[in-house]
C-alpha cells in the first residue's frame, strides 16, 4: 500500500470512529453498521476492511478515549489538583459517553473473546496512564502521611467520578439539580479530599 493510500486509509477510519462515537453518543444506545455506513455514505463493506467486527470497531473506540485521558495524564502530571479536575470534568462533561463506554467495556469483557490483541493494547494505554501520574500521586499521598495506595486512590476518584457522571445524566435527577456546575464543582473537591491518614499509633509502629 503506498504512503497516498496508507494515509487515506487511516483517514477513514479515524472519520468512521468518529462518526460511530456522534451515533452513540446522539442515540444513547446501541447502533448498527448499517446506520454508521448510512451517515458515511459508504458501503457497509467499507467499514469491514477496518473493523473485523461491531465489537471490533467499539473497543477501539474505548481505546481512543483512553487515550485521550493519557493525554491529560501527560499535560497536567504536575499538579494533582490541576489533573483531578480535568481528568473529573472529561468525564462528567460528557458524561453519557463516559456511561456509555464504560458500559460497551463491561460487556466486551464479559463476552467477547476474539480480540485479546485489542484488550492487551488498552491495558497498555490505561498501564501508561497511570504511570505518568504515578509519581505525582506518590508524593501527594506521602506529603499528607496518607495509608491509600495510589491505585486504591486513583480508583476512588474514578468512583466518584463515576457516579457523578450517573447522577448528571439521569433525566430524573437532572430535573431537581440547581447548578450543574456548582454541583460538577463539589464533586471535584470531594475527590481531592484528604485520603486517610496516618494516626499518632501508626506513626509509632509503623
Known sequence: MSTVRQQNFL??????????????????????????AAELDIAKGTIY????????????????NEKRLLEISKNHNHDIKTYV??????????????ILLHVIEERLTNNERKLKDLFEQLYQVREARILEIRDLFADHLKSLNSIMSIRDYLSYIWTVTYGASLLLNSTHYQKSIGSRERLIKLYVNQALMTPDKLTDADHQTA
Open 11 to 36: 483517514l477513514r477510519k479515524e472519520k468512521i470512529l468518529a462518526m460511530a462515537e456522534t451515533l452513540l453518543l446522539d442515540n444513547n444506545q446501541d447502533i448498527t453498521l448499517a446506520e454508521l
Open 49 to 64: 476492511k477496518h473493523f473485523k467486527s461491531k465489537n471490533q470497531l467499539y473497543l477501539e473506540l474505548i481505546i481512543l
Open 85 to 98: 479536575s480535568q481528568y473529573m470534568l472529561y468525564n462528567m462533561l460528557n458524561s453519557n459517553r463516559t
